[in-house]
């Protein structure tokens, strides 16, 4: 095993790296939505959301580095099955099936904002637009072990500084003082972020992106598994640590946009910042953003994709992957998004607790001694709760025959698969150490 140390310069490549992954064009509109809804309390309903939204991504970054080969080997500890079918849907549900091709037709929509719509609204734009967009992305694929260089050194830099220009804009020249708190940021600011920020989506996002950080300091030559699991370590807080500041400037700048009225969206917010801003040239500033924020994650998920599909299927190679999963994303993103979300978001709806109950019982794997049964019971607790509570969100009549459910602790707040998932890890824990002892008394008996 070799025993290389990365630099300190190498680290905060990856970090940077990391960081461009994890900041698509959700987490860039979600924060401004967030502060103006929060206004004074945008501070403790904040607090709440870097808990979950921070918290839990750094958490499933350091599992993946803990783990022998990411994702798929901690979901086999319930079965290897198991975890090859979880792996797939995680990949393809944040890659080519929603995630990719959002970030192509949201560049679209909001990078080419400064535009004329007299552009825009021609039949051929958006095709026009995916085909150059989809084709950069490819080029910055076709040659993984240069992604640390592209992404690290050039794309995060330019995000960091257009980010930055908008922040310290609004600080010299606010738009306002602190907004007064709405519904429930009024009273319940922290717990409203905290939940908030669990539904970003962005553990399902570690855990991929979490593999190509391991596999990026293991081509660095860094073979021993405590010095990957450190270096990852320190390249995620990196990643996070920029997030949260990023995070509170897109907030604040939200908080004190009230007085030009309460808007649908944090895009709409940021538009309007970036107008009152820099004028003419906020627009074009603003775009600038959402394309490179858009872009870096459109590469990092097409190349995790394409890598995970190499490994699972390697008839095909990486580069062919690629190209597939570049199609297929293009394609979506021109003709089939729309029915795409109402299919994805409940999808990613059921596979987010069981993500972050596998991220959990994982980074405390000793403790229970991996026992098998604890997944199971941890997982399936998550899993079916999750599964309840989408059928009473889609289905009126099950609603009326499930009321029950709205009995479970935290259900109607969105996380009611914690407390199932935490008995059924008990449960399991119970059954092998029963198991264990019962064979015990076989054996002496014997």
């Known amino acids: 095993m070799s025993n290389s140390v990365l630099t300190n310069r190498k680290i905060i490549t990856i970090g940077l790296m990391l960081f461009s992954l994890f900041f698509g064009a959700g987490n860039l509109i979600f924060p401004p939505l967030l502060g103006q809804e929060a206004g004074k309390h945008v501070f403790i309903a904040m607090l709440g959301f870097f808990i979950t939204g921070i918290g839990l991504p750094l958490l499933a970054v350091i599992a993946v580095g803990l783990s022998e080969n990411g994702l798929q080997s901690m979901a ?104 007064q708190p709405t519904g429930d940021y009024v009273n319940s600011a922290f717990s409203r972020g905290f939940i908030e920020g669990y539904l970003t989506m962005d553990t399902l996002g570690a855990l991929v992106f979490g593999g190509m950080v391991v596999a990026s300091i293991q081509g660095f030559g860094v073979s021993d598994r405590k010095q990957v699991a450190t270096t990852t370590f320190r390249a995620g807080l990196i990643a996070v640590s920029l997030l949260a500041l990023v995070y509170f400037a897109l907030a604040y ?44 994650t459109s590469i990092g998920l097409s190349t995790a994709v394409a890598h995970y599909l190499n490994q699972v299927f390697p008839h095909l190679s990486y580069r062919q992957w690629l190209l597939i999963v570049i199609l297929f994303s293009a394609v979506v993103a ?113």
């Not at 309460?262 to 709409?268: S, W």
């Not at 709760?385 to 025959?401: M, R």
């Not at 459910?405 to 109607?412: A, E, G, K, Q, S």
Request: hydrophobic residues 50%; neutral net charge.
């Open 253 to 296: 700048l939200g908080a004190t946009s009230q007085q030009y009225g309460m808007m649908e969206n944090g895009g709409e917010i940021l538009t309007l910042v970036a107008n009152v801003l820099f004028s003419s040239y906020g627009t074009l500033i603003l775009g600038g953003v959402v394309v490179l924020a858009c872009l870096t």
């Open 76 to 179: 086999s500890r319930v079965h290897p099955l198991f975890g090859l079918i979880l792996g797939l849907m995680i990949y393809l549900s944040i890659g080519p099936f929603f995630g990719i091709p959002r970030t192509g037709t949201v560049s679209f929509e909001m990078g080419l904002s400064f535009l004329p719509e007299s552009i825009t609204n021609q039949v051929w734009a958006l095709p026009v637009f995916t085909i150059v967009y989809f084709l950069v992305t490819f080029w910055f694929g076709l040659n993984p072990s240069k992604l640390i260089d592209r992404i690290g050194k050039i794309l995060t830099p330019s995000l960091l500084l257009l980010i930055v220009i908008l922040f310290v804009q609004g600080l010299l020249n606010p738009l306002g003082d602190l907004g």
């Open 334 to 446: 021109n003709i089939g998004l729309t029915q795409l979300i109402a299919i994805s978001v409940p999808v990613l709806g059921m596979l987010y607790p069981v993500a972050i109950v596998l991220i959990l019982l994982s980074s405390i794997d000793p403790l229970f001694k991996g026992y098998r049964a604890v997944y199971v019971g941890g997982l399936g607790g998550a899993f079916l709760v999750s599964l309840l509570e989408l059928a009473v969100k889609e289905n009126q009549f099950l609603d009326s025959i499930l009321s029950w459910v709205h009995y479970i602790p935290l259900f109607d707040h969105g996380i009611g698969w914690l407390i199932p998932a935490i008995l059924g890890s008990f449960v399991g824990y119970g059954i092998e150490v029963a198991m264990a002892k019962k064979t015990a008394l076989s054996l002496k008996e014997q």
